[in-house]
């Protein structure tokens, strides 16, 4: 099956910095989804991608689908303490219906 | 209003028992999805309903039991679970149908089985 690897698993911010993360696949996809979860949440959808190249942006998060629809990132500018959480990337595959494959997930800590 | 909720938010249950967990959407969606997450471990997905119609099992041990009674509601029905089975577990809905979906996600229930 399809496999999305993650990276980094975890990491710490510090107020103001930009903080970037990425997805790979040996798969293609044709949905690339960005969700973020806190304690004792569910996911809650960031940003939605549906086309190879797309730039999207949402606040302070930017993700892009990459071109070999293999891989995305997101990026945070400016971050801050409310940015704690984990972030996880999530693939759609048109012929595997409507099913999601996530990553990993991204755990995003603050500097001590 | 809220979209996706799930109750309870949390439950301890032990072996023996019988319990159930209830989503209800408010987003007019025809795709509702059961998800177990546990820790260290990328989401699963369990059981798939698509316009009140089981479309996906993926595996899932018979001691998980899923109901979709209407587009509104899907519930999973628990017995004679293990102490493995502890986890968040996940609803999601989308719109449902060929395309590809874009999925919304409850706050989950907590489970813990002793």
């Known amino acids: 099956g399809q496999q999305l690897n993650q990276s980094p698993q975890s990491m710490f911010i510090q107020e103001g910095e930009d903080v970037s993360m990425n997805c790979t696949s040996s798969s293609i996809f044709n949905t690339w989804l960005w969700y973020k979860q806190d304690p004792g949440e569910g996911p809650v959808l960031l940003i939605a991608l549906y086309k190879a190249g797309e730039l999207t942006s949402n606040g302070r998060l930017t993700a892009q689908f990459g071109i070999t629809r293999k891989d995305s990132f997101l990026n945070i500018s400016a971050s801050i303490p409310s940015d704690v959480g984990i972030y996880f990337c999530?693939?759609?595959?048109?012929?595997?219906?409507?099913?999601?494959?996530f990553g990993g997930g991204t755990r995003v800590l603050v500097k001590p | 209003e809220t979209g996706v909720t799930q109750t309870p938010r949390h439950l301890v249950m032990g072996m023996t028992n019988k319990k159930s967990l209830k989503c209800e959407q408010h987003l007019g969606h025809n795709a509702m999805y059961w998800y177990k997450q546990s820790a260290k471990k990328p989401l699963e997905l369990m059981f798939v309903y698509n316009f009140k119609e089981q479309t996906e099992n993926n595996s899932v041990p018979s001691r998980f039991s899923p109901e979709c009674p209407n587009s509104s509601h899907l519930f999973l029905h628990l017995h004679t679970l293990q102490p493995e089975d502890s986890a968040l577990y996940l609803c999601?809905?989308?719109?449902?149908?060929?395309?590809?979906?874009?999925?919304?996600f409850g706050p989950g229930t907590r489970l813990t089985v002793l």
């Open positions: 999530a693939g759609q595959i048109k012929a595997a219906g409507n099913k999601l494959t």
């Open positions: 999601a809905t989308g719109a449902g149908g060929s395309s590809t979906d874009t999925q919304y």
